[in-house]
């Protein structure tokens, strides 16, 4: 059973800044592409943003400028910085891998990301 861990959500005021992290075993990290996806309370689950394993980056229209996705690849972690946030980020927050050649897709448990205040 392959684990991905989120962890870094937490209750945080209009403006300010989050690091989400999620850490997935190393076999499956390094020939992964990494995403981040949120669920808003009564909405879809939408596309936050992905990091190829080449480091290219792509994010959703309502997060660009704000967010930053970045991967450590010998900790086997990939990061979701979270800057300038609005109550519309209020969401759960779930990574996910996508091996490549495989289509397999291995999702976290998410973690909880509240902006009020």
């Known amino acids: 059973q392959v684990q991905l861990v989120e962890s870094g959500g937490d209750l945080v005021q209009p403006g300010g800044s989050l690091r989400l992290s999620c850490a997935a075993p190393?076999?499956?990290?390094?020939?992964?592409?990494m995403g981040w996806y949120r669920r808003a309370p009564g909405k879809e689950r939408e596309w936050v943003a992905r990091?190829?394993?080449?480091?290219?980056?792509n994010y959703a229209d309502s997060v660009k400028g704000r967010f930053a996705i970045s991967r450590d690849n010998a900790k086997n972690t990939v990061y979701l910085q979270m800057n300038s946030l609005k109550p519309e980020d209020t969401a759960v927050y779930y990574c996910?891998?996508?091996?490549?050649?495989?289509?397999?897709?291995?999702w976290g448990q998410g973690t909880q990301v509240t902006v009020s205040s």
């Open positions: 990091i190829t394993t080449s480091n290219a980056t």
């Open positions: 996910n891998a996508i091996v490549l050649y495989s289509g397999i897709i291995y």
């Open positions: 190393g076999s499956i990290f390094s020939i992964s592409a």
